[in-house]
């Protein structure tokens, strides 16, 4: 799913563009990143020696891409409906504890 979501960012960045909130700068070199910040993170997710680095760093890119969340929610950017656009915030939550549950120790996480 990160690596795919990564990928989409590369090829069809114009969408995401629009999301960044207008105080931040580079909006393209920030999504570009990203991209390749969700890619990195999901190919090492599947690589046990860097699992744990790899969801701790999509942990924090989930909460650093959360003003650009907001910034779609506050105005309406793509989605007309305020139920999706708010709706879909405490999704970053999950995102978060989703990352965290691959920070624990391989015994816990296999319980």
């Known amino acids: 799913m990160m690596i795919a979501a990564g990928l989409l960012h ?14 931040l700068p580079a ?8 991209g390749v910040f969700e890619m990195l993170g999901g190919v090492g997710l599947l690589i046990p020696r860097v ?21 779609m929610a506050v105005n309406k950017i793509f989605i007309d409906n305020p139920l999706i656009l708010w709706g879909r915030l405490p999704f970053q939550i999950v995102l978060i504890a989703w990352a965290y549950w691959y920070t624990r120790p391989e015994s816990e996480s296999k319980a």
Do not use: C, M, T
């Not at 590369?10 to 105080?23: G, M, S």
């Not at 909006?27 to 990203?34: C, D, G, I, N």
């Not at 790899?54 to 003003?67: E, K, M, T």
């Open 27 to 34: 909006h393209r070199a920030l999504v570009l990143a990203s």
């Open 10 to 23: 590369l090829v069809r960045p114009e969408k995401f563009i629009q999301i960044v909130p207008d105080y």
């Open 51 to 71: 699992r744990k680095l790899s969801a701790w760093g999509l942990a924090a890119l989930f909460v650093a891409v959360f003003p650009a969340n907001i910034n």
